[in-house]
């Protein structure tokens, strides 16, 4: 069974175990990994998982350079495992030049973190990021949704998606954490989203989340862990007691993604 996990936050070694507690003590949740490379790599081996798409978040724009060059330089040591998304910041004074360099490392996406980094998804400047984003053709992967602040609401990502209609958004946490209802609402049908199911899994009950997928259609579903957030060993065991047919399955898990990076088409 083929397994491409997209949703994989890594940081460097001396870092990582901090970033991963700060994670989890905003979310209050016990982070179960350290977010290293090392870590992702063994944990994933043995659960199966074939690649991942990695990343980070730019909390200020002055630290988006070094989260980009980290992240590519983990991809360029590992090409046949991570797949890389860079980072900036809406208020970064090069936004343009900043976009070019992700692109010039081989960088294919930008994530960002709206409740991490303080910005409104609708606010004029993030506006202008996605439409230089669209420009490019660089797909935003974003976290959305959080009934604790207003930055990342669905209802935000949809104004912003009608704003810069050239966007293509993976709207993270089946398009809404904590306010999935919400969220397939605003953004189900939309031809330029897809969504993954990372971090949502553990909370909604089997039949809720295959009817949320089913909202958005298994075909625009990613397969995600949020790691270090959860292992890839429960994550999976929670996908696969998803009252979903054998094909919805391999589709999320591995062909939906695939296609998405234009592997099989």
Known sequence: MTIIDTHAHIYPDKIALK????????????????GTVSSLLKVGEEAGVSRWLVHSVAVTWERSRS??????????????????????????????????????????????H??????????PQAIR???????????????????????????????????????????????GWSRWDAAWQVLAGRENVYVDCSSSLYALGAEEAANVIRRYGADRV????????????EE??????????????EMILHRNFERFIGENE
Request: charged fraction near 25%; proline fraction near 8%; hydrophobic fraction near 40%.
């Open 19 to 34: 970033a991963a507690k700060s994670i989890g003590e905003f979310y209050e949740i016990d982070m179960h990994l350290d």
């Open 67 to 112: 989260i980009n060059d980290f992240i590519a330089s983990a991809v360029e040591a590992h090409p046949e495992k991570f797949i890389g998304y860079g980072s900036i910041h809406p208020d970064h004074p090069e936004m343009e030049k900043e976009l070019d360099y992700m692109l010039s490392r081989g960088l294919r996406g930008v994530k960002l």
């Open 114 to 123: 709206p409740d991490f980094q303080h910005f409104l998804l609708d606010d």
């Open 129 to 175: 990021l996605f439409a230089a984003m669209a420009e490019r053709k660089l797909p935003l992967l974003v976290h959305t949704g959080d009934t604790r602040y207003p930055y990342s609401e669905p209802e935000r990502m949809a104004r912003a998606l009608d704003a810069v209609p050239g966007l293509t958004a993976i709207c993270a946490h089946l398009g």
């Open 222 to 233: 990613f397969f995600g862990t949020d790691y270090p957030m959860w292992t890839p060993q």
């Open 236 to 249: 999976i065991a929670r996908f696969m007691a998803l009252p979903l047919t054998d094909e919805e399955r």
